[in-house]
């Protein structure tokens, strides 16, 4: 019996493990055998690789084709094991040149007619492969700028199944990789300049950035509420390498086209509020697909009319919330997902959206309202610091108002605050003030002046003791925003008045 | 249809010749139980033991390769209903052997050269 090895990746959320595919011919009638836990999508497998071989003027062996997929323990999913299968079976019928096969990883799902196609996880998958050492990999052609982010590689791109042939001859292919100078045709990205007034919120998402502070808000139907969280992501700072990486990482598991370039900006989610669980936390065959969630890791998740969203969708929220990451289990695949992100949400004061709006009147009843204000847990709103009640903009405002600040400007002075916070925070496993526990930051950290006034509101019953600590938090990103060492008492009075929103929405 | 018959007929014809080139004989041919079907070709292998093998060869013909190499066709239901046939063949006659074994033989017929055969034996052990 003849055996051809290849060798593929399989990735279990982000993790990748390093697989042999395995094919032996002979000693029985003539069929083609699966082993070694592929799903269904895998399965089919055969029937592309046995087309795309007939296609390219090769030969599907007439016997028995036993192909396994080790470690036959590990499940496996999705189509990218096209060409490391066929190149085994092709090494098993003598019909390639298997010098290389031993250390080359193959990643490419198979067209019926022999071409290469794109599929998902090329940059996770290479990462894996470098790690346990391989030096050499193959990937559809239109992927291969996607591969080179990956260093530490030689990658082949190749366009068919023809060329894979000529690619483990050893002879040259043509260089694939797509012009690189193609600049993304991103629609124009939503800029804070395009705001008019709202002098008040546009400062709340300027100190929400600094800190990386969750935030809410409030307000009348059609005030600007999607519009200013729409531009949070152009006024953060770029993504760190690393972050970069990780990212780029999850969007090439969902499928994304990250052959751009790594993702350097911070990402944005706004899933609609009729998603599903698993679109939000992911899910999938062996939970393969990242949920919108983790698509807005190291970025901003914004729930747009949070009150709408089936609670059973808030609450999922929070382990991700708190640990930065989700944890998926399936029979078959425990996945970790990081999702690490900043949450935004908005929501209208009562059904009609006139409740505590100055200029309106609120038609709901009463019960309505609180019903209607309830549906966002404590356990959510805890984690959130800033809560912000979005005013209607006057006629006078809209008709005097020059365009506002840029968000290149603003993200000038959100980077500075960022700087003083990483120095402030090196050593600790936090970054930015919204990250910081109550307790460290009370004990490590000096107490600004004027602590008076907090202890007030605590004796007045406007404060509760983990208010105590949203205050300080967030009095802490308004001295890095100022660029002074400590927080001063007209800071926590600022940021004591940043909860009147949360005490307008009646909540927490 | 009739095309089809003797394209059978003409298959089975060479693999009964093939097998006695083999010094196998033939013991049987297209013996029928009811609705079950058919068995193509009963032979008795010599050896190892004594009385020999009882060998039940399906044989599939095909005229070109349009629709696939021949022994493709033979499922895994046929291998099942054969495994029957045989047992029942085996009750109907008083013929005595060491070992029983289901073979399938393909045939390759070709207009202008020699037919090719493809011989798979023990195909359900």
Partial sequence: ?508 | MDRRRTTGALGEEIAAAHLERLGWRVVDRNWRSGRLGELDVVALQPGPGRLGTLVFCEVKTRRGLGYGDPLEAITYVKLGRLQALAGQWLAAHELRCDRVRIDAIGVLLHDDAAPVISHLQGVTS
């Avoid at chain 1, 595919?21 to 003539?30: S, T």
């Avoid at chain 1, 060409?83 to 990883?105: C, H, K, N, R, S």
């Avoid at chain 1, 390498?241 to 086209?257: D, F, K, M, Y």
């Avoid at chain 1, 709901?364 to 847990?377: A, E, F, G, I, T």
Wanted: proline share 7%; aromatic share 4%; glycine share 10%.
């Fill in chain 1, 1 to 508: 019996m003849i055996v051809g090895k290849a060798r593929s990746v399989a990735l279990v959320g982000l993790e990748g493990t390093v697989i042999e595919v395995e094919a032996a011919i002979g000693g029985g009638l003539p069929r083609t055998v699966l082993v070694g836990l592929p799903d269904t999508s895998l399965n089919e497998a055969r029937e592309r690789c046995k087309a795309a071989v007939a296609s390219t003027g090769l030969e599907w062996p007439k016997q028995l084709v036993t192909v396994n997929l080790t470690p036959a323990t590990l499940p496996k999913t999705g189509s990218h094991y096209d060409l490391g299968i066929t190149a085994a079976v092709l090494a098993a019928g003598e019909q390639i040149a298997t010098d290389l096969l031993e250390d080359t990883v193959l990643m490419g799902e198979l067209g019926l007619d022999g071409r290469v196609r794109r599929c998902r996880g090329v940059l996770p998958a290479l990462l894996a492969a470098v790690k346990a050492g391989y030096t050499r990999a193959v990937v559809p052609a239109e992927q291969v700028s996607e591969a080179l982010l990956v260093g530490g590689l030689t990658i082949w791109g190749v366009a068919s199944l023809a060329e894979l042939v000529e690619v483990l001859k050893g002879n040259p292919v043509l260089d694939r990789r797509l012009p690189p100078a193609e600049p993304r045709p991103t629609p124009e990205d939503p800029d804070l300049r395009d705001v008019v007034g709202h002098a008040e919120a546009r400062w709340v998402l300027e100190v929400a950035a600094a800190g990386r502070h969750h935030l809410f808000l409030h307000g009348a139907p059609g005030v600007g509420k999607t519009m200013l969280a729409e531009r949070l992501p152009s006024i953060l700072p770029d993504l760190t390498p690393a972050q970069a990486l990780e990212v780029t990482a999850i969007h090439s598991l969902a499928g994304a086209n990250v052959g751009g370039g790594l993702i350097r900006r911070p990402p944005y989610s706004a899933p609609h509020h009729t998603a599903s669980l698993i679109s939000l936390v992911g899910g999938g065959p062996k939970a393969s697909q990242p949920g919108s969630l983790s698509l807005s890791h190291y970025g901003v998740l914004f729930l747009d009319e949070a009150t709408e969203f089936a609670p059973s969708l808030i609450e999922a929220l929070r382990t991700p919330l708190e640990s930065g990451s989700i944890h998926i289990g399936r029979s078959g695949a425990q996945v970790r997902y990081p999702a690490r992100f900043q949450l935004v949400l908005s929501a209208n004061p009562c059904p009609c959206g006139g409740y505590g709006v100055a200029s309106r009147q609120c038609t709901c009843r009463p019960d309505v309202v609180r019903r209607y204000q309830s549906r966002l847990s404590g356990p959510i709103l805890d984690r959130i610091d800033l809560h912000h009640h979005v005013r209607p903009l006057t006629k006078s405002l809209l008709k005097s108002q020059s365009p506002g600040e840029a968000s290149a400007d603003v993200a000038v002075r959100v980077a500075e605050a960022r700087e003083r916070q990483a120095r402030r925070l090196g050593g600790t496993r936090w970054a930015t003030n919204g990250e910081v526990s109550g307790p460290w930051l009370r004990r490590q950290l000096p107490l600004p002046d004027g602590l008076g006034i907090v202890d007030d509101a605590v004796r007045q019953g406007r404060l509760s003791a983990r208010g105590v600590d949203k205050v300080l938090r967030v009095a802490w990103t308004l001295a890095d925003l100022a660029g002074v060492d400590r927080p001063t008492a007209s800071h926590l009075r600022t940021a004591l008045a940043l909860r009147r929103g949360e005490e307008l929405g009646a909540v927490a």
